[in-house]
C-alpha cells in the first residue's frame, strides 16, 4: 500500500509536525514500506494458533514490596536548588 503525499501532510497535520518537502517524501516511503510489511504480516495463516498476550511463561517481573527506610531530610535537599523552611522552594505555577 503506498501512501499519497497529501496523505503523508494529513498525518503531519495530525501529529503537529511541521516537515520540509524531503521530510516528507522520506516519510511517504517509510511509511508506505511499513504499511507493506503488515500487510504481508495479514496475509499469514494464523488459525491454528491460540490467542496469547505473550510467549513467555507468566512470571512477575516487580519486586517485592517491602517498606524501606526513607532519606533524612537534609539527604533529600542536598542537591535542590533551592531551599525554604526544610522544604523544596519552587516557582509558583498560579499567581
Same mark, same amino acid.
Given at each position: ?8 501532510? !494529513? ?19 517509510? #511509511?508506505?514500506?511499513? #504499511?507493506? !510489511? ?20 507468566p512470571r512477575s517481573r516487580l519486586r517485592a ?31
Amino acid at each position: 500500500m503506498s501512501l499519497t503525499l497529501q496523505e503523508v501532510e !494529513h498525518i503531519a497535520l495530525l501529529a503537529r509536525l511541521e516537515l520540509s518537502t524531503e521530510e516528507k517524501r522520506l516519510y511517504q516511503q517509510q #511509511l508506505s514500506d511499513i #504499511l507493506d !510489511h503488515v500487510a504481508q504480516l495479514q496475509k499469514l495463516n494464523t488459525g491454528d494458533i491460540s490467542p496469547s498476550s505473550s510467549v513467555l511463561p507468566p512470571r512477575s517481573r516487580l519486586r517485592a514490596d517491602t517498606a524501606k527506610e526513607g532519606l533524612a531530610p537534609d539527604q533529600m535537599l542536598l542537591n535542590a536548588p533551592d531551599v525554604e523552611e526544610n522544604q523544596f522552594k519552587v516557582p509558583p505555577v498560579l499567581e
